[in-house]
């Protein structure tokens, strides 16, 4: 990350402030949003009468808002409703780091840490909208018949606002303990990324319907920064 | 999954049983370590005095033990050392799944979500040897030198054992409602996998030292199910 866009933003809370490798911590909302964009999948944790516990559910953005959804009967969205505080987390991995050392190895990768609290959808045709928006988010391009009212009652749209956040990026490569540079052992950086294999139509498809392209094309780093 | 495999496993505590789609859920400690060692990353969750608070962290496995490791100044890491109840989840995204509406869009995938608390590996021999053990998990065949000893104690190993746990796969593909199969919008599966790209050597790399083959080859699915 270069200098400039880590002094563009400072952490809007204590919990949200990136402790560990500041260097590498970033409050710039347009980083956060390309990587919320990238995703497909963010992990949500709420803490329970247990303890803590995690649910990975599909993240979509909504301007300034991340939107969750679920079903009525998901132990952790429930909880969310109560408006209990979250952390909500999505990570992108770019790459295997291999050093020439243990500590040496690592990875580099792109992640957003959320915190705050949720706030439920409740008019019946801002969900709708959602819905469409979340199949154009996971499938863009992709066509679906409108929603039926029993599935927009039996399922719950969160609103948690992108405001209480922190980026973290790693994307140095080889960060070796500078003696080790004259190491005789390999070390380099494996690139990482989650690629489309060949699509597999529904075997229930109809005869006359092909294959779209949006499926054939499909790319999900199309929006990497 | 199986229904023979469905049978074989039972949830050892109320909070790791899998509520919803319980058909989809499973036990087996045999699953899940397949899942567990095709993952790079996890997120990690404990309750902090404010809430939740989730990282993302490498992941591998010991035998039945989980192992995470970082430093001795992170937050999550230190508090997971205070006895805390932590949520684990391990996530593999397997594809997307287009289906003729809304709901019936979603994704196959592949998770863990372990219960527990985490103990110490406060031994310095077997510390050293999981460093070892890390850089195998995380780019195998790959050498480094000896871990010294400030980079020992400067970071904290942590087991927790592979017991509290359930596993949720979803791999059915396109499951719409009954009546949508008749329609005329396509349907499928688009297949997802983390895949390596051309391998990038160190820059500082001895130009005498060539790529060598288990970075050209890497491949995380190599333990795929």
Redesign the interface.
Known sequence: MTREKQKKSKPVSA?SRV??RPDRGSYDIEIAKKIIDEA??C?V????D???????T?IMRAGDDIVLHG?I???VIRTLLTG??????V?L?DS?V????????S?D?R?V?L?GMATEVTDRDEKERL??A??DT??PG????A??EN?LSE?IFLKVPLKEFSVKIRDV??L?VEE???????????????????????????PE????DY?KT?N?TQNKA
């Not at 209990?84 to 987390?89: K, L, M, R």
């Not at 080790?180 to 109809?206: N, T």
Request: hydrophobic fraction near 40%; aromatic fraction near 8%; glycine fraction near 8%.
């Open positions: 919990r402790r560990l497909l999948v992990h944790a709420v803490n329970l247990f303890g803590p516990a995690i649910i990975p599909s079903s009967h998901n132990r209990q505080e979250t952390c909500i987390c990570t991995l295997v291999a050093g020439r050392s243990g500590f040496g190895c990875m990768y992640c840490v915190y819905v469409y979340l199949v996971i499938i992709h066509n679906v018949r929603p039926k599935e399922t490569g080889v070796d080790d540079y004259a190491g005789d052992m390999w070390a380099g950086r494996i690139p990482l990324s989650l690629s489309a294999g060949p699509v597999e139509d529904c075997p229930r498809l109809k319907i092909s294959t779209p499926a499909y999900r």
